[in-house]
């Protein structure tokens, strides 16, 4: 894949998180029901779309360091040992940082 559409896959995967995050983070910032039971139930929920909210903020994260290890020319390369990481791995996950035995 070229750095044009790999740019483009991550930055698409960039908006698509940013579309949810955002709608989870609305979700979490809602009212909380009067009723006591219905307030247990959705501090059950709560907390499933806090993690939920964690994991995509963390993969934007990873995602715009990927895109920044693009523009410094080091994708591609593990930044614990330095050494490439394998094409497959870059495959399924792109914005990997670390090859496959630092990770």
């Not at 698409?12 to 998180?17: A, C, F, G, V």
């Amino acid at each position: 894949m070229d750095q044009a559409e790999l740019r483009k896959k991550l930055e698409t995967r960039l908006n698509q998180l940013a579309v949810k995050v955002d709608d989870i983070d609305h979700t979490l910032m809602e009212a909380s029901p009067a009723d006591f039971e219905e307030q247990a139930t959705e501090a059950e929920g709560d907390e499933v779309l806090e993690g939920l909210s964690q994991a995509g903020h963390d993969e934007i994260d990873a995602i715009r360091a990927a895109l920044k290890r693009l523009e410094d020319g080091t994708y591609g390369v593990c930044v614990s040992c330095g050494e490439d990481i394998a094409p497959k791995r870059l495959e399924v996950l792109p914005h990997a940082a670390l090859c496959i035995s630092c990770a």
